[in-house]
């Protein structure tokens, strides 16, 4: 029963196709050079998040079953640079792997854009996981979206690697925040918008909790003479669209800096339960 739960839900992910319409895509005043740490920066984690739990059909194998692996980025990414041949997975024996297909979705509405899904077979979880992912192809990010308080531009992301690979055992993480507003602000009350992203997908941990109760368990915080102040939000957007993007909508006036949530509260498609998580909000530096 729990391999049906895995594979629905990643069926769910691939099948989710936002309709949503295009929205003028610009500069946010605030770009410039960026060093090679800044960009290799830029990817900032792969999950080994399924083991041989995933449909071959996802990617034209029937008959297989595939690990799945969302990598993520703090820039967003261009889906028409995209190929499975543009990551390299190293597994601890020193195997280099090719996914046999990637995708950006469900995570690729404007604003988002920032987890690749790679599917193939990347190791074993006891005895041989993946310790390193690569870019090894003309992988380009993009500029942000007007609303969007991160800076990016285009980049050629070919030759960044991270190992920083997270084991399957462990829960999803916090990994990005922003502050949005404009049309890509989805949320129907408050005075500011922050949109989180874990580094899986991520669905209600306790038991008879919808994704619109989460937003009790975030934590905004605001800073007052030195002093973190907590805030929670009043509500959450961006919810029952099986990705890893939240938006949280807040009524205080004071600048969110940093976002938590406590642990047991979401778990991803293995069913792990996160861990306490905490992570900067993220704007342009002029």
Request: aromatic share 8%; hydrophobic share 35%.
């Amino acid at each position: 029963m729990r391999i049906i739960f895995k594979l629905f839900t990643i069926i769910l992910l691939f099948s989710c196709n936002k309709n949503q319409a295009p929205q003028e895509q610009v500069k946010n005043g605030c770009m410039g050079e960026y060093t090679t740490e800044e960009i290799q920066d830029t990817l900032v984690s792969a999950f080994f998040g399924l083991d041989n739990a995933l449909p071959g059909l996802l990617c034209n194998q029937p008959g297989s079953l595939l690990d799945g692996m969302p990598v993520n980025f703090i820039f967003p990414i261009d889906a028409s640079t995209l190929s499975e041949s543009d990551f390299e997975v190293v597994d601890s024996l020193g195997n280099i792997l090719t996914p046999i297909c990637v995708s950006l979705a469900p995570a690729n509405e404007n604003g988002e854009n920032r987890t690749v899904l790679l599917l193939g077979e990347f190791g074993t979880t006891v005895t041989n996981p993946p310790v390193e992912v690569k870019v090894v192809g003309d992988l380009f990010a993009i500029d942000t979206f007007s609303g969007e308080s991160v800076c990016s531009e285009i980049i050629n992301l070919n030759g960044i690697t991270t190992t920083n690979v997270i084991p399957l055992a462990d829960g999803p993480s916090l990994f990005f925040a922003q502050r949005i507003d404009g049309n890509l602000n989805e949320c129907n009350s408050g005075t500011q918008t922050i949109q989180v992203a874990w580094n899986g997908g991520v669905t209600p941990y306790i038991s008879g909790n919808t994704e619109s109760d989460l937003f009790q368990y975030y934590v905004g915080y605001s800073y007052c003479s030195g002093d973190l102040i907590p805030h929670v939000p009043i509500s959450i957007a961006d919810i029952n669209d099986n990705d890893n993007f939240h938006q949280l909508c807040f009524s205080t006036s004071d600048e969110i800096v940093k976002i938590s949530m406590i642990d047991n509260i979401v778990m991803d498609p293995n069913q792990d339960p996160n861990l306490y998580s905490e992570i900067d909000v993220s704007s342009c530096t002029p």
